[in-house]
């Protein structure tokens, strides 16, 4: 093979060879490299970190109408969908659509084996709520922004409006409740304008593979509606990086579910019954479990601190 013929070859597998990492998939970018890369991408993650619902904002005006939009649920639906970082749960139309599928099988409508039934439906760990950070009209044209950051501290404080359509400009805020707990466990703020450069271009947040071709088209093909969708990005980037930091499983890191004496018991010291009892327990009694079990046996607490250890038998979960 002389000179020529062997440099065309090698040419020829060079190329072949590029072609096959440009055909690669894309490797997944956590929400800290996006962020120290500035860059307008959904962020994903390696597993979830619950079961989550979005709510709807608490907004009688819905702004979004205003602006030819959708409601930022649904913007924000996409992002948890396509970012992989939790697990979307339906309370809107779907789940009402399940419970009645559910009534149809409770009254024995259904056909057999439909496996549609009662104990199905996987528990929310957490609420997402998206917001404005906007002004309030019935304060002399106070900034809502101030009252969040007595309440949040932060960046969010300083949100000075909420969309600017002259200057080009929104102001977002997410907040995250836990579900068992009640406790807000996350808040962030986004905030984009036209002008910003810093963060990176958004060409593919707004084809097919990103909002695009998810039914939140508004978003993608207006000016201030892309404004709005980078500023609530900001904020899920942020939030991604919040959740790195919380505990794996949210059910498990909560405090038990408290059980309701069913039936007349003794609490005992210990669960072979020696040592004797504790106190006697009337029906109705509410009483914690600690999470030791042994057998029929659990370890719980009542409401004077006194703790010892109950057959399971003698109560159910309280509801």
């Not at 922004?145 to 007595?150: D, I, V």
């Not at 991604?240 to 004496?261: R, Y």
């Not at 669960?271 to 659990?298: C, F, H, I, Q």
């Amino acid at each position: 093979m002389n000179g020529k013929k062997f440099q065309i070859i090698t040419n020829m597998l060079i190329t072949v060879i590029l072609l096959m990492i440009a055909a690669l998939p894309a490797v997944a970018k956590s929400a800290q490299e996006i962020r120290a890369k500035k860059s307008a991408e959904i962020p994903t993650c390696s597993r979830s970190y619950g079961a989550l619902t979005v709510l709807e904002p608490k907004d009688e005006r819905h702004w979004w109408n205003e602006h030819g939009l959708s409601s930022p649920s649904a913007l924000i639906k996409v992002y948890v969908r396509k970012s992989g970082c939790f697990n979307l749960v339906d309370r809107g139309a779907g789940f009402q659509a399940g419970q009645a599928e559910r009534n149809l099988a409770a009254s024995g409508d259904l056909r057999r084996q439909s496996n549609m039934g009662r104990g199905q439906v996987r528990a929310a760990d957490y609420a997402m709520t998206p917001e404005l950070a906007s002004q309030n009209k019935n304060s002399g044209g106070n900034k809502i922004g101030g009252a969040l950051g007595g309440l949040i501290g932060g960046k969010a404080g300083a949100i000075a409006s909420s969309i600017d359509l002259k200057k080009k400009t929104a102001d977002v805020v997410l907040s995250v409740t836990d579900l068992r707990s009640s406790e807000m466990v996350a808040v962030t703020e986004g905030s984009y304008k036209k002008t910003d450069v810093g963060f990176g271009s958004a060409g593919a947040l707004w084809g097919s593979s990103g909002i695009g071709g998810a039914g939140v088209g508004g978003y993608a093909n207006t000016e201030m509606g892309q404004v709005i969708a980078l500023a609530y990005l900001n904020a899920y980037i942020d939030m991604v990086i919040q959740f790195s930091e919380l505990p794996d499983n949210a059910a498990a890191n909560n405090e038990l579910q408290a059980v309701t004496v069913t039936k007349p018991a003794r609490m005992l010291v210990n669960p072979d019954g020696s040592g004797g009892a504790v106190r006697s327990l009337e029906v109705g009694m509410m009483l914690y479990p600690t999470g030791n079990k042994e057998n029929l046996m659990w370890e719980v607490e009542d409401e004077l601190g006194n703790k010892g250890w109950v057959n399971s038998t003698m109560f159910q979960l309280s509801r």
